[in-house]
């Protein structure tokens, strides 16, 4: 394979979660895939067929507030190259490059925007990248950002993408803009939705059928976000959540075209589990299906943040009855201050007197005694 074809490609995608036994068990449930054991330590290859796609590992401990999700790597000849050209265009290097043994070289990174991604260059011993599986591979790469424009243009530097067409998804979300690689559309660039929301990447699964996809998935404890939702074109697209908090989507090609010959899987033999990571070529859903996910993810975050303004209200509500019993509460200890002040001042006045006619009566008897 050409350093032509390695630039700019999605090789490798890693799932970094807070627990990798119960992930582990999840995604064989969800999408047609299987896990296999590594050459490294904690480090566990998902497996789709005879295909490596992907990869397992623990969130680092280090990683204080950062949730559960999925890392695409991309391709590249030379990962050192590639990360100093991502700086120069105003990237920041999270994990500078690093060797994995007799698999390849690796850096992590996130764009000018924020939005985290990796770079890979497999070892000159590793086999190429096989033949993308019929089920279970990566089809569409979707990255939220803050500035589209601006990440089409790092990327397209970085990796020669080029920008495809744009669908308009009116005022509040703007244009979902695809973009292209090596003259194929696999992915596409959309508008965070609120201040809040962070830029990243969602990758979504190939699967056979969606509604089976989605019931394993709530089953084992997952959580659809939005769907199952049919777009234009017959695709069926799906956003979930796995049970540790990991974002992904999966994508059911139309019913019509699932009945054709599937691409026939490559007849070398299957890479060992040390071998360098497999790509599968996305079998992207239609633009107008990826438009309408973008319109889903929307709708999802709209109703968490209708969700979180509704639970604070509840909480300033709460916080004001508090307050007000707090009030009533000191107004009552203070009233029985002020009576109980009246009252020990009468006491003493009471005293007082009785002490000043003692006093009298006692003077009265002592002038008495002496005449």
Known sequence: MSNAEVLGRFVWHELMTTD??????FYPKVVSWRTAPSSMPGYTIWMAGQTQIGGLMQLPSDSSGTPPHWLVYVGTPSVDATCSHAQALGARVVKPPADIPNVGRFAVLTDPQGATFALFAAAGSAPPPGAPPALGGFSWHELATTDSAGALRF???????????????GANMGPYQIFEHAGKQVGGMHAVQGPSTPPSWLSYVHVGELARAIAAAKAAGGRLLHGPMEVPGGSWIGLLMDPQGGAFAVHEAPRAAATQAKPALAKAPAPKPAAAPAAAKPAAPAAAAVAKAAVALKVVRKAKKKVARKTARKVRRAGRKVARKARRAGRKVARKARRAGRTARRTTRRVARKVRRAARKTARRVRGRRR
Do not use: I, Q
Not at 20 to 25: D, E, F, G
């Open 155 to 169: 990327y397209g530097e970085l990796f020669g993408w080029r920008r495809g067409p744009a669908h308009d998804m």
């Open 20 to 25: 990798t036994a119960a992930a582990a068990a």
